[in-house]
């Protein structure tokens, strides 16, 4: 749980350090970039300070975050969950994210493994599900391990297969390739889940689903949003 006492002993304001973990996360810059645009704000850091600040403080914004959300998503969430794969190189290997979203798009979970198979199926799944509770219907890909997990589980009968049924979790794997782009890939698979779930977390806070509502509506939503993570870890 994150307390006020996060930022004792810091001589940076707890705004500017917030300022320059939402940047890296939120959008595709590298350290260097953060740091050129701290700079053009009159702000003198270094990109290892803005990597300390992002291991240091990102991490407990997202347990945040998700500590907020959880409870809501646990009510709200359990209509249709869509489950899906991607790949991603760490120190050159081949590695695979896991990532389920809602029906609304907000992600649920994010997992990285070794390995594409029944048993990494499995571990996600039931991470996914101790969570948020078990869904209604889960949409997959017709990747065999899905349907191989889910019998195990008991729940074969929820899944939902088909060629475009699962275009919404495709779709929200974009943003954190993105990201991992800028990154110039991962050296590690332990940095690279912590990075999938901090990102997830952060996405899920800004994410306003601006082509869905009017321009008023997502202004204010976004003032909203931006006034909550000003105050995270604040007390």
Known sequence: MTRSASFKYFKTSPEIIRLAVMLYIRFPLSLRNVEDLLHERGIDVSHETVRYWWNRFGPMFAAEIRRKRVQQLRAFSKWKWHVDEVFVKVNGKRHYLWRAVDHEGEVLEAVVTKRQNKAAALKFLKKLMKRHGCAEEI??????????????????????????????????????????????RFRRMRSLQKFAAVHSSVYNHFNQERSLASRDTFKLTRTAALAEWRQLCSG
């Open 139 to 184: 949409v997959t890909d017709r990747f065999a391990s899905y349907k191989a997990a889910l019998r195990e589980m008991g729940a074969l009968e929820k899944q939902q297969t088909g060629r475009w049924l699962n275009n919404r979790v495709v779709n929200s794997h974009l943003p954190f390739l993105r990201r991992e782009r800028a990154m110039q």
